[in-house]
């Protein structure tokens, strides 16, 4: 019984690099979240798959784009990351609107050197 | 947009009473939460109040609610040291599609 997977755990990326954090989730959610987190800053949402094919923009999308490839899984890409982007990442899914609860992952921590 | 807002740091002795706030901008959202994050993991629910409710008790843990102050509290009695962790307030947004997080508290319990 997994709940929500991410990989990589950990990452140190180049400025100017890019990569892609991977979250996965088995217990058929309709909606997925990308949250980062920042010392003094809370959790911040990057960007939300409320269904499968849709995706929105949160509080913090600028340099991030995402794929609701399938139902299960949400993927969060960097095309060309910064300093700036050094945080650790979450994801996260929800069953439906009015879910009382959402579902988090273990994190991905990425340093942008 | 929606706006939540905790206070940063909390410090209390073991065995006392922490009572953690919140204050929240849209009170549209039906639930409200509270979200417990460890060293080095993710966040886990801990609590979360039915919007039409005042008050809800789940053992240790009392949580009230009063919306005409849009105000939210978490009391914890007889704290304990792996208590310890930082505390999220959430809502959802309006359109009930996100939760919006508060920028955390931190417990520290000191024996």
Redesign the interface.
Known sequence: NAGVTQTPKFQVLKTGQSMTLQCAQDMNHNSMYWYRQDPGMGLRLIYYSASEGTTDKGEVPNGYNVSRLNKREFSLRLESAAPSQTSVYFCASRGSRGSTEAFFGQGTRLTVV | ?EDVE?S?FLSVREGDSSVINCTYTDSSS??L?WYKQEPG?????LT?IFSNMDMKQDQRLTVLLNKKDKHLSLRIADTQTGDSAIY?CATANQA?????????TTLSVSS
């Open positions: 947009g905790q940063l039906t639930y939460y993991a993710g966040l886990q629910l979360y999220f009930g599609t996100a939760l919006i997080f508060g920028k955390g």
